[in-house]
């Protein structure tokens, strides 16, 4: 007589997607290269309460291979990994982590894509700032930005309209700025900044 083959009962909590209470806050630090959000973002993650990822987008684009790329596919290529990285940071958001994204919106459809995409009320702009002169002595001295990238951007990254916050690197330390965005975040004003641009800047295009 055969013996009946049983199969062993699964944990059936291995099986339930874990819920998730709340959307994550993203910080999105808009700035030139070489403006400092990398640094800035680095030290919020010290001072910052409670659990918090740092999402570059320098990072998604050292994932790449090192195959070649033809200039006149290089751009495609750049949006398509900054259209990519958009919905990571969605995503991590919409599972309920908090998030400081360094990314700069140099280029108009990027803030309109993440307009789409995140959740105003969770958003918190900061504007980057730094003096040209300055920026370009920063990109000398690190020797490992293309040159001349930071005044390509200069007068587009912040040319969409208003922002939560307004920190210049040219006065404020990352830790300065770090701390200034910390107590900004528990009364913040609504609506915030992605807010007003959904109403205004994403219902003109």
């Known amino acids: 007589m055969a013996t009946e083959m049983t199969t062993p009962t699964a944990d059936p909590d291995d099986a339930r997607i874990p819920d998730t209470a709340a959307g994550g806050t993203v910080i999105l630090l808009n700035g030139t290269s070489s403006s400092g959000k990398s640094s800035m973002a680095q030290a919020l993650l010290e001072v910052l309460d409670g659990t918090w990822f740092h999402m570059p987008v320098d990072a998604f684009h050292a994932m790449r291979c090192d195959h070649p790329i033809a200039d006149e596919d290089l751009q495609a290529e750049i949006d398509r990994t900054a259209k990519g990285f958009h ?119």
């Not at 959740?119 to 690190?142: F, G, I, K, Q, S």
């Not at 200069?154 to 830790?175: E, K, M, N, W």
């Open 87 to 205: 919905r990571a940071v969605a995503g991590m958001a919409a599972a309920g982590n908090n998030l400081v994204v360094d990314h700069p919106l140099s280029r108009r459809w990027r803030l309109l894509d993440l307009l789409d995409l995140l959740v105003p009320d969770d958003t918190v702009l900061v504007a980057v700032r730094c003096p040209l002169p300055e920026l370009e002595r920063r990109e000398r001295e690190r020797g490992d930005r293309q040159p001349g990238l930071a005044a390509l951007q200069y007068g587009q990254v912040h040319a969409h309209g208003p922002h939560d916050l307004d920190l210049d690197t040219s006065l404020l330390s990352p830790q300065e700025s770090a701390l200034r965005i910390r107590d900004f975040l528990p009364d913040r004003p609504r609506p915030t900044a992605f807010a007003r641009l959904r109403r205004t800047v994403g219902n003109q295009d």
